[in-house]
């Protein structure tokens, strides 16, 4: 079982940039398709961006696309999620999920594997 430890959150303004950083307990990590996530006040958790367990360009949500770059680093267990231009909207906490690699999934029920999130705030 992997366990994820998100990092990385905090206060930013308007236009500003984060990283975001994904720590995976396992040395398995590579065996697994990772994504982000994130959870508004009152909202449903939504896709943000996923990644094959071989990496490559990965899938965005309309919102992160041109904005965030998601990619991972198979040697140090690590998932990133770079966020620029961000907008208040971006505001949520950010969870990242692992599952057993067979397609690229934006549906949240296919993630095994969940960390305790990270707090994302843009000011405005």
């Known amino acids: 079982q992997v366990q994820l430890v998100e990092s990385g959150g905090g206060l930013v303004q308007a236009g500003g940039s984060l990283r975001l950083s994904c720590a995976a307990s396992e040395r398995t990590f590579n065996r697994y398709d990772m994504a982000w996530f994130r959870q508004a006040p009152g909202e449903d958790r939504e896709f943000v961006a996923s990644?094959?367990?071989?990496?490559?360009?990965?899938d965005y949500a309309k919102s992160a696309e041109g904005r965030f770059t998601i990619s991972r680093d198979n040697v140090k267990n690590i998932l990133y999620l770079e966020m620029r231009t961000l907008k208040p909207e971006d505001t949520a906490v950010y969870y990242c999920?692992?599952?057993?690699?067979?397609?690229?999934?934006?549906?949240?029920?296919?993630?095994?594997?969940w960390g305790q999130g990270t707090q994302v705030t843009v000011s405005s």
């Open positions: 990644i094959s367990w071989l990496g490559g360009e990965g």
């Open positions: 999920a692992a599952r057993t690699p067979y397609s690229l999934s934006r549906n949240s029920g296919d993630y095994d594997y």
